[in-house]
């Protein structure tokens, strides 16, 4: 982490866990134990469908909510399909785009691109997806497959517009899997991050870009991974379920600021 030049993002996604009323219920326990007058960035990515619940639990606290997918057009016929635009107006802050479940649904760079720009064009904040597969990684070619997704995906944001995306680095092999990259493993790909959005915009830009880590991070393994230079937060899946679990993750954050 680097708290001089980025915020800290501590962000759940409760993938398709969770129903508008256990919502409420994480809610309600959620604020009892939350810490509070920290710096760290609290984000709650949850299913479109409990975001209302969500919302209204969290009025007043500093815990933003995020969506976990979007469509890029902004309306029209497209049965199914939730707008940039629509999340805005249920008081959605943040969305998580190119998660490689996503991905692996048939989800494309192209279509992430044009995600972004639209998330970007609403005034949301993207938490943009990126990670290896464990074929990728036993091949040797983690850094070339990541330098490629960033290059895909940011096609066509302008600098400024960069800046305001939160990059994850989620290692396939590691999501849902209890297997963690190391915290040498996982500083070392966020370094390539950084080195590869400063060539494709500025150092400036790369300085103050926040660069989250996902996959089996818990309240043991969080501290460790925090205390990277270039690890300025999580993507949680699985520990985020939990109130008090989640907020292990976010004292683990708030540590290191005192
Ligand atoms: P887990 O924390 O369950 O490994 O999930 C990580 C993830 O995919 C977050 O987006």
Same mark, same amino acid.
């Given at each position: 982490?680097?708290?001089?030049?980025?915020?800290?993002?501590?962000?759940?996604?409760?993938?398709?866990?969770?129903?508008?009323?256990?919502?409420?219920?994480?809610?309600?326990?959620?604020?009892?134990?939350?810490?509070?007058?920290?710096?760290?960035?609290?984000?709650?990515?949850?299913?479109?469908?409990?975001?209302?619940?969500?919302?209204?639990?969290?009025?007043?606290?500093?815990?933003?909510?995020?969506?976990?997918?979007?469509?890029?057009?902004?309306?029209?016929?497209?049965?199914?399909?939730?707008?940039?635009?629509?999340?805005?107006?249920?008081?959605?802050?943040?969305?998580?785009?190119?998660?490689?479940?996503?991905?692996?649904?048939?989800?494309?760079?192209?279509?992430?691109?044009? !995600? #972004?720009?639209? /998330?970007?064009? %609403?005034?949301? &904040?993207? $938490? =943009?997806?990126? *990670?290896?597969?464990?074929?990728?990684?036993?091949?040797?070619?983690?850094?070339?497959?990541?330098?490629?997704?960033?290059?895909?995906?940011?096609?066509?944001?302008?600098?400024?517009?960069?800046?305001?995306?939160?990059?994850?680095?989620?290692?396939?092999?590691?999501?849902?899997?209890?297997?963690?990259?190391?915290?040498?493993?996982?500083?070392?790909?966020?370094?390539?991050?950084?080195?590869?959005?400063? !060539? #494709?915009?500025? /150092?400036?830009? %790369?300085?103050? &870009?926040? $660069? =989250?880590?996902? *996959?089996?991070?818990?309240?043991?393994?969080?501290?460790?991974?925090?205390?990277?230079?270039?690890?300025?937060?999580?993507?949680?899946?699985?520990?985020?379920?939990?109130?008090?679990?989640?907020?292990?993750?976010?004292?683990?954050?708030?540590?290191?600021?005192?």
């Amino acid at each position: 982490m680097n708290h001089k030049y980025r915020k800290t993002v501590i962000a759940a996604n409760w993938k398709m866990n969770k129903t508008p009323t256990e919502t409420r219920t994480f809610g309600a326990e959620f604020r009892r134990i939350l810490p509070r007058g920290r710096w760290c960035e609290i984000v709650l990515c949850m299913p479109a469908i409990c975001i209302p619940a969500g919302v209204k639990a969290m009025r007043d606290t500093r815990v933003n909510i995020g969506a976990e997918n979007m469509y890029h057009e902004t309306f029209g016929a497209f049965t199914g399909e939730i707008s940039a635009p629509m999340l805005v107006d249920a008081g959605v802050k943040y969305v998580i785009l190119g998660h490689s479940e996503r991905r692996a649904m048939g989800e494309t760079d192209a279509d992430i691109n044009k !995600k #972004l720009i639209a /998330a970007l064009e %609403a005034g949301l &904040t993207p $938490i =943009l997806c990126v *990670g290896e597969s464990l074929e990728q990684r036993k091949s040797g070619v983690t850094f070339e497959h990541i330098t490629m997704q960033l290059k895909l995906d940011f096609q066509n944001i302008q600098p400024e517009q960069l800046r305001r995306i939160v990059v994850a680095y989620e290692p396939i092999w590691a999501i849902g899997t209890g297997l963690t990259a190391t915290p040498e493993e996982a500083e070392e790909v966020c370094q390539h991050i950084r080195t590869v959005i400063r !060539k #494709l915009s500025s /150092a400036k830009t %790369a300085r103050a &870009t926040s $660069i =989250l880590y996902g *996959g089996s991070m818990n309240g043991d393994n969080a501290a460790q991974l925090l205390a990277q230079p270039d690890i300025d937060g999580g993507l949680i899946g699985g520990a985020s379920l939990d109130p008090e679990k989640f907020v292990k993750i976010i004292n683990a954050a708030n540590q290191d600021a005192e």
